[in-house]
């Protein structure tokens, strides 16, 4: 009964060596969200889609880049990994304007060697 | 910009006792929505309960409930009868009003939060 699903849920990649992390989702919500959390920390917006909408937070590093090619799915790219890239990657979705409660996928580890 | 603190970075309880997490937060917005959110170990993020800005009364549901002070900006969460389930990092978190652009979530630092048997 997943509703917020990401693959791989742990993913080990060399330092510069591009990585694509994915994340769908079964309830069919207009907003997706990709937070970034480091071990113990709080999780971090990256980005976000509203539709087709893409809005990068003013801090997130051009390394990091998002694809939404239909409403199911979303795509994280990381361009050139470095090692402090490595954290858990959450996928998140929420309806829209109109109900605020986020649904969190699992998480990718990112292992960076 | 909003900034949400947690005071406490671990807390432990003993199991069916009541423990409450402090958090607070900055912002000169009036409309606006809280939430806490629970991270098990290993698992994914989930909702515990969430709270209206503009509602008067405190949210509840089963074993938590929150002690919502608009005019302190407090926002803490009492887990009662505590249970080894429980055991989680909890968060504490502020929504703006929807906008068309998405409703963006600013976290506290977390609270880990152990209950023992």
């Known amino acids: 009964d997943a509703m917020v699903i990401q693959n791989p849920r742990y993913q080990v990649t060399q330092f510069g060596k591009p990585v694509t992390l994915s994340c769908s989702q079964t309830?069919?919500?207009?907003?997706m969200y990709w937070y970034q959390q480091k071990s113990s920390q709080a999780p971090k917006l990256l980005f976000h889609?509203?539709?087709?909408?893409?809005?990068n937070e003013a801090d997130t590093p051009d390394n990091f880049q998002s694809r939404r090619p239909n409403t199911s799915f979303c795509f994280l790219d990381i361009r050139s990994p470095g090692l402090g890239d490595a954290a858990m990657y959450l996928c998140?979705?929420?309806?829209?304007?109109?109900?605020?409660?986020?649904?969190f996928g699992p998480g990718t580890r990112l292992t960076v060697t | 910009a909003q900034t949400v603190t947690q005071s406490q970075p671990e807390m432990s309880v003993q199991e069916a006792e009541t423990v409450t997490l402090s958090c607070t937060y900055d912002?000169?917005?009036?409309?606006?929505?809280l939430f806490w959110y629970k991270q098990p170990p290993s698992r994914q993020m989930i909702l515990v309960i969430r709270?209206?800005?503009?509602?008067?009364q405190n949210a509840t549901e089963n074993r938590f409930s929150v002690n919502f002070q608009k005019a302190a900006k407090s926002f803490s969460l009492k887990i009662s009868d505590s249970q080894l389930g429980d055991t989680a990092m909890y968060f504490c978190?502020?929504?703006?009003?929807?906008?068309?652009?998405?409703?963006?979530?600013?976290f506290g630092g977390g609270t880990r939060l152990m209950v023992k048997p």
């Open positions: 998140a979705t929420s309806p829209g304007a109109i109900t605020y409660e986020q649904y």
């Open positions: 309830l069919n919500h207009n907003v």
């Open positions: 889609y509203y539709d087709k909408d893409f809005n």
């Open positions: 912002t000169s917005e009036n409309n606006y929505y």
């Open positions: 709270q209206e800005a503009y509602k008067q």
């Open positions: 978190a502020f929504m703006k009003h929807a906008s068309n652009a998405g409703n963006m979530l600013t």
